[in-house]
């Protein structure tokens, strides 16, 4: 299973960024998938997750100017991120979890990691 994330970059703040992430190996469609972010010198936080059944949940912190979604028929989950802020900079990760009844917020819900975007916003 590999899990190809792209679309990070440099963007101000109130930016938009649209981050995309392909998963291969396997069919994903009865798996759930997230994102998660990690700042420098911080812990990997959640940030949105996608049910198989396509349920949506969000932290706080991104709730009403990130969206998730995802299209089954490419295998691909994406993070539209708008009105970013700079405490918004990180290292993206997607994530996909293979236990259809757990989906959340939890690291541990997710079995497969892709390698990261970094996502930096100015000020």
């Known amino acids: 299973v590999q899990l190809q994330a792209s679309g990070g970059g440099l963007v101000q703040a109130g930016g938009s960024l649209r981050l995309s992430c392909a998963a291969s190996g396997r069919t994903f469609t009865s798996y759930n998938m997230g994102w998660f972010r990690q700042a420098p010198g911080k812990e990997r936080e959640f940030v949105a997750a996608i049910s198989w059944r396509a349920s949506t949940v969000y932290s706080d912190s991104v709730k009403g100017r990130f969206a998730i979604s995802r299209d089954n028929a490419k295998d691909t989950v994406y993070l539209q991120m708008n009105s970013m802020k700079p405490e918004d900079t990180a290292v993206y990760y997607c994530?996909?979890?293979?236990?259809?009844?757990?989906?959340?917020?939890?690291?541990?819900?997710?079995?497969?990691w892709g390698q990261g975007t970094l996502v930096t916003v100015s000020s």
């Open positions: 994530a996909v979890g293979g236990r259809p009844l757990q989906f959340g917020t939890r690291l541990s819900f997710y079995d497969y």
